[in-house]
C-alpha cells in the first residue's frame, strides 16, 4: 500500500515570492508520482509528473519538483507566484504495474494562499 | 468541448432517497473512475472501470452502484442516502493511472 504526507496544510505566500510545498510518499514498491491543483469550485488538474527519467520535472505554469528517492520525497517549487495561484496542491502517487489495476493515493492537500 | 463532464453539478436530496450521479468522457480512454472528496479535501478513490469491466472496488458500502453502459460512460447510483455522504464525487478517465482527467465534481449535499 502507498501513503502520501503532506505537511502543511496551509501555506500563504507574497506574491512574486517563491514557494516550495512539501510531499512526502511510503511505498513498499516502484512509483509513479503527481501533483495535481484544484482550483476553487473546480476539479482536479494536472501540473506534472514524474514516471521516470530526469528527476527534475517542469510542469505548467511554471511549477518543477523534484523527485529524491533516498529521502522519498517530491516536492512542488515555483521561483515566483501570483495571485492566480492560489489554490488546493494535492500530491499523489501510483503504484507501477503492468496489470492495469494502477489507482492514485492522494495526500491531504496544502492550501496555498497568495499575498497581494 | 468538454473532456470530462459530470451532471448535475449540484445536488441536494433528503435522507433515504435514491440518487445518480452521470460521467461522460470524450476522449477515448478505456479507464473511468469515481472519486469522493470529504468535507476536509481528501480525496479517495471509489471505483475505476477499464472497458466496462470493474477493475477496482474499494470499501464503499453496497448502497453505491456504479455502472458503465459504454467505455464513454460510468455513472454512480446511491441508494439511501445518509448525511454521510454529503461530499464532492469526481469522476476521472484515463489510459492508465498516471493520465487522469477529472470533470468539475458534482457537490452532493444530504440534508
Known amino acids: 500500500a502507498q501513503s502520501v504526507t503532506q505537511l502543511d496544510s496551509q501555506v500563504p505566500v507574497f506574491e512574486e515570492a517563491p514557494v516550495e510545498l512539501r510531499c512526502n510518499y511510503s511505498?513498499?514498491?516502484?512509483?509513479?508520482l503527481f501533483w495535481y491543483v484544484q482550483y476553487p469550485n473546480q476539479g482536479l488538474q494536472l501540473l506534472l509528473k514524474y514516471l521516470s527519467g530526469s528527476t527534475l520535472v517542469k510542469g505548467i505554469n511554471g511549477f518543477e519538483a523534484e523527485f529524491n528517492k533516498s529521502q522519498t520525497s517530491f516536492h512542488l517549487r515555483k521561483p515566483s507566484v501570483h495571485i492566480s495561484d492560489t489554490a488546493e496542491y494535492f500530491c499523489?502517487?501510483?503504484?507501477?504495474?503492468?496489470?492495469?489495476?494502477?489507482?492514485?493515493?492522494f495526500g491531504t492537500g496544502t492550501r496555498l494562499t497568495i499575498i497581494p | 468541448d468538454t473532456a470530462v463532464s459530470q451532471t448535475p453539478k449540484y445536488l441536494v436530496t433528503q435522507m433515504g432517497n435514491d440518487k445518480s450521479i452521470k460521467c461522460e468522457q470524450n476522449?477515448?480512454?478505456?479507464?473511468m473512475y469515481w472519486y469522493k472528496q470529504d468535507s476536509k479535501k481528501f480525496l479517495k478513490i471509489m471505483f475505476s472501470?477499464?472497458?466496462?469491466?470493474?477493475?477496482i472496488n474499494e470499501t464503499v458500502p453496497n448502497r453505491f452502484s456504479p455502472k458503465s453502459p459504454d467505455k464513454a460512460h460510468l455513472n454512480l447510483h446511491i441508494n439511501s442516502l445518509e448525511l454521510g455522504d454529503s461530499a464532492v464525487y469526481f469522476c476521472?478517465?484515463?489510459?492508465?493511472?498516471?493520465?487522469?482527467?477529472f470533470g468539475p465534481g458534482t457537490r452532493l449535499t444530504v440534508t
Open positions: 511505498s513498499s514498491v516502484s512509483v509513479y
Open positions: 499523489a502517487v501510483s503504484p507501477i504495474s503492468n496489470f492495469g489495476n494502477e489507482k492514485l493515493t
Open positions: 476522449l477515448g480512454h478505456d479507464t
Open positions: 476521472a478517465s484515463g489510459r492508465r493511472a498516471y493520465e487522469q482527467y
Open positions: 472501470y477499464n472497458n466496462k469491466e470493474l477493475i
